[in-house]
């Protein structure tokens, strides 16, 4: 049986950071689309590829265990096998 042990609440200060980092590059990402041209155009594009960039190296597994794997720290072998132990559990 495990034991349950409490969980740290966390202040909404830490709960809210990295959105509202995320938001504030957003946004000035929107305003150099509206305001200018040529760097203004990079500067948006740069801006508003966050989120994007953010989602893929963080919410999806596959980026996590390739730079794992260019580390050294998870060799080819081991990922194949827990991704099988993975789908024999299921």
């Known amino acids: 049986m495990k034991k349950l ?4 609440v966390r202040s909404t200060r830490e709960i809210f950071f990295w959105p509202m980092i ?5 946004l000035i990402g929107v305003l150099a689309a ?3 041209d040529n760097w203004w155009d990079v500067l ?5 590829g966050v989120p994007s960039i953010w ?3 963080i919410i999806t597994p596959w980026p ?7 580390d ?3 060799s080819n072998r ?13």
């Open 5 to 8: 042990t409490a969980k740290r």
């Open 22 to 26: 995320i938001n504030i590059i957003c």
């Open 34 to 36: 509206l305001i200018g």
């Open 44 to 48: 948006s594009w740069l801006t508003l």
């Open 55 to 57: 989602l893929l190296l």
């Open 64 to 70: 996590n265990r390739f730079f794992a794997w260019i």
């Open 72 to 74: 050294g720290s998870l």
């Open 78 to 90: 081991s990922a194949i096998g827990n991704e099988q132990e993975l789908n024999c559990r299921d």
